[in-house]
């Protein structure tokens, strides 16, 4: 079972949303459960060289099933990921901001979000994930 584009729809919206409530334009996307591009959508006046980083991250999210900013932390250097960002054709992005979208327990697609600092990311893909969950 996968993330719906109803569903994803919902997501983006509420992205959107803290997006907006924190001044910071987005680009938000959404893949399915097997790393497709679902939906995308790139807020007015958002960075443009994000566009490709905030799709990149949805695709990481769900191709490990783990939060970017979590694989970002394991891939330091030293660390047991160190240089998997590398892998995948220079795919796997490692910054905050791709959050996996659970169904029961199981990851059914991702968010992955840019255009702001990491912290700001994080927190729009947050709250998309969460009108998922919630």
Do not use: C, Y
């Not at 803290?18 to 680009?27: D, F, S, V």
């Not at 891939?75 to 490692?94: L, P």
């Not at 990311?121 to 009108?131: I, N, T």
Request: glycine content about 14%.
């Amino acid at each position: 079972m996968s993330v719906t584009l109803l569903e994803a729809k919902a997501i983006v919206a509420a992205a959107e949303q803290k997006a907006q409530e924190i001044g910071m334009p987005m680009n938000i996307a959404v893949v399915d459960t097997g790393g497709n591009l679902l939906l995308f959508e790139r807020m007015e006046n958002a960075w443009l060289g994000s566009v490709d980083i905030a799709i990149n991250k949805a695709w990481t999210a769900r191709a490990f099933d783990i939060e970017t900013k979590a694989l970002g932390e394991l891939s330091q250097s030293g660390d047991q990921f160190f240089g998997i960002h590398a892998s995948n054709q220079g795919r796997v992005m490692i910054f905050a901001g791709g959050v996996p979208l659970k169904r029961d327990g199981r990851v059914v697609g991702a968010i992955g979000v840019s255009g702001g600092m990491g912290k700001q990311d994080q927190a729009v893909a947050e709250a998309g994930a969460e009108a998922f969950s919630g």
